[in-house]
């Protein structure tokens, strides 16, 4: 990996990392298409996974006080049943047609996150073990399982404090779920070290604007860059077809 690629890499993961610690996910859909197009579509989602497991990991711990552990577990083996069938696509995908099915999904779950903010289908509770099916496939093969959560809180009146430190522990369980069925990714020293740094400093960062940022704007701005990236994620799957 090249100097460049690595430090490209640093920087959305840093950005990331900041969305996460304000909204309480972010991480992927900032990160993945990004990360994908300097990585690949499969060491790209696998170190996502395992940013996002450090990630999730710190987040909990500081949020502990207002896990629901008990929706966390249940959500978690429903995760379990579309990561099996998920982790089966990811391997048998050629690179250029996972690239497309990558860039396609995030796109899909930025659009559906920000056009659809309740859907009886779910509703508890039967919408957990949907939300958690659909998050968990998109997770192994994407990198990004966070839309479907978004909608199953919203539909369901999720109380924004028990949201925001259950989906943490969540996501720290469907990210070790993808890595046992992917594998742990191979990347040189120092681009872990450099991915460490950008995960201490946006968390940091996060912590401080959380009171401060204007979400709406930030918002979009995100939705914005997300997108462009999940687009040319996917063209450059197509045009490696």
């Not at 309480?24 to 696998?46: C, H, K, T, W």
Request: glycine share 10%; net charge positive.
């Amino acid at each position: 990996m090249s100097t460049l690629a690595a430090c490209g890499a640093a920087a959305v993961i840093l950005l990331g990392a900041m969305v996460q610690r304000v909204t309480g996910m972010g991480l992927a859909l900032v990160a993945a298409p990004f990360i994908v197009l300097v990585l690949g579509p499969n060491l790209g989602v696998q170190t996502l996974q395992v940013v996002g497991i450090t990630v999730c990991t710190i987040n909990a711990w500081s949020l502990r006080g207002n896990v629901d552990w008990r929706r966390a577990a249940v959500l978690i083996a429903c995760a379990a049943l579309g990561i099996i069938p998920g982790t089966w696509v990811a391997r048998v995908l050629p690179t250029a047609w996972l690239s497309v099915v990558i860039g396609v999904l995030v796109a899909a779950a930025l659009l559906l996150s920000r056009l659809v903010r309740r859907n009886p289908v779910f509703e508890d509770p039967h919408g957990r073990v949907v939300a958690g099916m659909v998050s968990g496939f998109m997770n192994v093969t994407a990198g990004v399982g966070g839309p479907p959560m978004v909608i199953y809180a919203s539909t369901n009146r999720w109380a924004y404090a028990g949201y925001l430190a259950t989906i943490q522990v969540y996501f720290l369980g469907i990210s070790t779920l993808s890595l046992l069925g992917r594998g742990l990714p191979v990347l040189p020293w120092p681009v872990w070290a450099l991915l460490a740094v950008s995960v201490i400093v946006g968390l940091s960062l996060g912590r401080l604007i959380a009171s401060r940022i204007d979400e709406r704007t930030a918002d979009r701005a995100i939705f914005a860059v997300a997108l462009v990236g999940a687009v040319s994620t996917a063209v450059q799957g197509v045009l490696a077809l």
